[in-house]
Nanobody
Framework: QVRLVESGGGLVQAGGSLRLSCAASGSIFSIAFMGWYRQAPGNQRELVAT???????NYADSVKGRFTISRDNAKNTVYLQMNSLKPEDTAVYYC??????????????WGQGTQVTVST
């Protein structure tokens, strides 16, 4: 069984910073993809940033230059450093990962979500 556990959300003033973490655990053989999505009230879930196991990253235009995704493959953990936060970044942030388990089954897993609120 595989789990993703997020941490690091909270309340911050506009212009501030937060760092989210997401650790994968369980019967993991390999992780091909890890990323962050977010969903604001009334909106669809949207991609924020992704990282492949080779280190290729991808960002939504709205966060380029402000957010940085990084991975610690030894710890099966992905991070999202968020700087210069804006009120429009307020959302529930979800971690996602495409994981091959020890039975060689490939699935996309989601974390439980962590709230990020940016005040004016």
């Amino acid at each position: 069984q595989v789990r993703l556990v997020e941490s690091g959300g909270g309340l911050v003033q506009a212009g501030g910073s937060l760092r989210l973490s997401c650790a994968a655990s369980g019967s993991i053989f390999s992780i091909a993809f890890m990323g962050w999505y977010r969903q604001a009230p009334g909106n669809q879930r949207e991609l924020v940033a992704t990282s492949t196991s080779e280190g290729t990253t991808n960002y939504a235009d709205s966060v380029k230059g402000r957010f940085t995704i990084s991975r610690d493959n030894a710890k099966n953990t992905v991070y999202l450093q968020m700087n210069s936060l804006k009120p429009e970044d307020t959302a529930v942030y979800y971690c996602a990962a495409v994981i091959t388990d020890t039975w060689k089954s490939v699935n996309k897993y989601w974390g439980q979500g962590t709230q990020v609120t940016v005040s004016t």
